[in-house]
């Protein structure tokens, strides 16, 4: 039982340096998500994507960019790393983006330097 | 400005005792709320939902209290095990256009001691 799968699991960058965060799920779930978490603080939405070809911002998407590749993966990527970046991301999807639990991955804990 | 507020940072329970965990919000557009719970260096696991216009809802062990009027939200697990030691999470969302966008509480630790 995979659910939703993240990849890195652990990274650490340079300020400036670019990365790209992978997520896949295996659930055949439309919509997908990514939240960054920070000490002390909820997961705040980042970007998500409602449906495969569609992308909006959520709370906090300044710095990231995503691609919905296909329905079962959604990429996040940081084009030049702040230390404010430093977090730990997770991605979720859910059937639908209309009440229905969203399910998350393991997490990728980043560290900018 | 957190519309989702979980004001206990902890709490302890003994083994076989009720734990309630509260959370509060101040969006009257919400109408979907959640419970997740985390154990470290893993992500959210859902626990339960309920739709605004119940305002109860139960799935073994845990319940979930909806107070629409006082925008109070509560999770009862009955009774507590030490598996259930962990972060919880509460989350709402809204109607339309917001309801793919979670806004989550800060959490509450719960121990659950032998």
């Known amino acids: 039982n995979a659910g939703v799968t993240q990849t890195p699991k652990f990274q650490v960058l340079k300020t400036g340096q670019s990365m790209t965060l992978q997520c896949a799920q295996d659930?055949?779930?439309?919509?997908m998500y990514w939240y960054r978490q920070d000490p002390g603080m909820g997961l705040r939405l980042i970007y998500y994507?409602?449906?495969?070809?569609?992308?909006d911002k959520g709370e906090v998407p300044n710095g990231y960019n995503v691609s919905r590749l296909n329905k079962r993966e959604f990429s996040l990527r940081l084009e030049s790393a702040a230390p404010s970046q430093t977090s730990v991301y997770f991605c979720?999807?859910?059937?639908?983006?209309?009440?229905?639990?969203?399910?998350f991955g393991d997490g990728t804990r980043l560290s900018i330097l | 400005d957190q519309q989702v507020k979980q004001n206990s940072p902890s709490l302890s329970v003994q083994e076989g005792r009720i734990s309630i965990l509260n959370c509060d919000y101040t969006?009257?557009?919400?109408?979907?709320f959640l419970w997740y719970k985390k154990y470290p260096a893993e992500g959210p696991t859902f626990l339960i939902s309920?739709?605004?216009?119940?305002d109860k809802n139960e799935d073994g062990r845990f319940t979930v209290f909806l107070n629409k009027s006082a925008k109070h939200l509560s999770l009862h697990i009955v009774p507590s095990q030490p598996g259930d030691s962990a972060v919880y999470f509460c989350a709402a969302s809204g109607k339309g256009g917001t309801a793919s966008k979670l806004t989550f509480g800060t959490g509450t630790r719960l121990q659950v001691t032998l």
């Open positions: 969006n009257s557009m919400f109408d979907y």
């Open positions: 659930m055949n779930h439309n919509s």
């Open positions: 994507s409602a449906s495969e070809g569609t992308t």
């Open positions: 309920i739709s605004s216009i119940k």
């Open positions: 979720a999807s859910s059937e639908s983006v209309i009440n229905q639990p969203q399910h």
